[in-house]
């Protein structure tokens, strides 16, 4: 099936936004990855937008993960996992998660591990995990990531385990706020990150209604959905 004309035009507008955006900020456009969030949509549909070009996707629950991971083996794709993710999951997420972008508390360390070790074992060999922290941006410890005060105890704790790459931190701007003054934050929480794990650079941060501002921020890996798939189906 061909994809539509409506998702490429989309696409490629996305593609002009973040280009404009880059030139602006004076940053180059090779600075971004640029994740396509495909939750609640059909396996289809990810097909049809690695048809377009795109290599990377994004997906936020386990079960729809898996299955759309498993129906698209064929395609050469980098699967990220973006949402809140249950410890008693870290095992099955492993199989087909590249990147982990919600790292954001000591249990789901202590998951992510022992599965790691446990498929080492197995193996013989097992690639470290690239992993995001999240942090919280808001004073609402429901909302999942790392409070900004304990990053830097969270990072080391992290770090004495072998199986993670910390590759930087990841953030959801509060839509409650401008998100340039989030962003702010999480660009400082960046800094931070790095006094504790130099080269762990990069900024998992602007979604569909801010990525923009997130590129001016120094966001390096952006998380766009519905600006792209259109709106989700129901229940997304
Ligand atoms: C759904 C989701 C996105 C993408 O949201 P859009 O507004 O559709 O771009 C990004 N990040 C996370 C963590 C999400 O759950």
Redesign the pocket.
């Known amino acids: 099936m061909a994809a539509s004309a409506e998702l490429s035009a989309r696409l490629a507008a996305v593609r002009q936004t973040i280009g404009d955006a880059c030139a602006t900020a004076g940053r180059p456009e090779s600075d971004i990855t640029l994740i396509v ?1 495909t ?1 609640f949509h059909p396996a289809q549909l990810v097909r049809d937008l690695s048809g377009l070009g795109v290599t990377d996707v ?1 997906e ?1 629950r386990h079960q729809e993960a898996a299955e759309k991971s498993a129906q698209l083996r064929d395609l050469d794709l980098t699967w990220h996992f ?2 809140q993710l249950q410890s008693n999951k870290a095992r099955a997420v492993l199989e087909y998660a590249d990147v982990i972008h919600s790292v954001d508390r000591s249990s789901l360390v202590s998951a992510l591990n022992k599965a790691w070790l446990e498929r080492a074992e197995a193996s013989g060999q097992e690639k470290t995990i690239p992993s995001f922290i999240q942090i919280n941006l808001t004073d609402d410890p429901g909302r999942g990531g790392v409070n900004p005060r304990d990053l830097d105890a969270f990072a080391n704790a992290m770090s004495e385990h072998e199986c993670f790459d910390i590759r930087g931190v990841m953030a ?1 701007a509060p839509l409650e706020e401008d998100p340039a003054a989030a962003f702010e934050r999480v660009a400082r929480a960046s800094s931070q990150l790095q006094t504790v794990v130099p080269g762990a650079r990069f900024i998992s941060a602007g ?3 801010d990525y923009p501002q997130a590129i001016a921020h120094g966001a390096t890996h952006l ?5 792209i798939t259109g709106n989700r189906p129901a229940g997304g």
């Open positions: 969030v939750k994004g936020n973006i949402g959801v979604m569909s209604h998380r766009i959905g519905s600006a």
